[in-house]
């Protein structure tokens, strides 16, 4: 589908100030405690608006249109994996490492069991999503478009709804008690499987409106590698495919 097909959307994203952190901490964070807090609010700031991107993004697509109806799909299906991987990743390793950390923190429990609550009703709501993009792309119909859009709709206020408190009770906790190698470890031990245009996509959308801190942070604990094809191929390639999706570019 060319990019001129494709109705330009109203919630393009600009890149955050580079006042840094919009999520207070506790008192002295250490620098790489940071990097555990910004790497959770940066996926957040993702799947929020990619959600509800998706869902204005349906609302007007052709209910007919195959092609249309499949790169939503996609992009759907592929959002939802990396949520539920890094759910995941917070349920078998990240919340752990806080409890064991911080074992008197009675704040901490609860919050952790209002979190696993919340986010075992978003992880199915990502899955029946998923059905409903799948359903959509074969059927080819108003209803069945308008079922995905509504799920997207739901799922992007659940999610805005979670990750505001989890930010508020659970990321300031996390940024005074995990220590550097505890987090370090986490990190070292949770890969998402995507594949290697993926990756690279997932990172062009975690790059676009990030703060100037957050950008140098997740380019830092690149490998080389990674870099290297961000910088030569990767991010060509990530704005011809958000203006194939969005009918805009990126932000800057």
């Known amino acids: 589908m060319t990019a001129t097909a494709v109705r330009p959307t109203g919630l393009i994203p600009a890149p955050r100030a580079a006042a840094d952190d919009t999520t207070p901490l506790r008192a002295g964070p250490a620098p ?32 007919d249109e195959k092609a249309r109806s499949t790169a939503l799909a996609r992009h759907a299906e592929l959002i939802s994996r990396v949520l539920l991987h890094h759910h995941t990743v917070e349920r078998q390793a990240v919340w752990p490492a806080l409890l064991r950390a911080a074992p008197a923190a009675r704040d901490a429990v609860d919050a952790v069991d209002a979190w696993t609550v919340r986010c075992s009703r978003i992880d199915r709501m990502l899955r029946d999503a998923v059905t409903t993009a799948r359903q959509w792309q074969v059927a080819g119909t108003v209803p069945a478009r308008n079922a995905f859009t509504s799920a997207c709709r739901a799922l992007a206020e659940a999610v805005e709804v979670q990750t505001a408190e989890e930010e508020r009770t659970l990321l300031p906790l996390l940024g005074e008690h995990l220590a550097t190698e505890e987090w370090a470890a986490v990190a070292a031990s949770s890969h998402c499987r995507l594949s290697g245009p993926e990756q690279l996509f997932v990172l062009g959308l975690a790059l676009e409106d990030s703060c100037a801190g957050d950008r140098v942070r997740l380019m830092e604990g690149l490998p080389w590698s990674a870099r290297t094809a961000w910088r030569v191929y990767g991010a060509r390639r990530y704005r011809a495919a958000v203006v194939r999706l969005r009918g805009a570019p990126p932000a800057a």
Do not use: I, K, T
């Open 32 to 63: 790489a405690v940071c990097r555990a807090v910004a790497y959770q609010r940066v996926l957040h700031q993702l799947v929020r608006r990619e959600l509800a991107l998706l869902a204005e993004l349906g609302s007007w697509a052709p209910a």
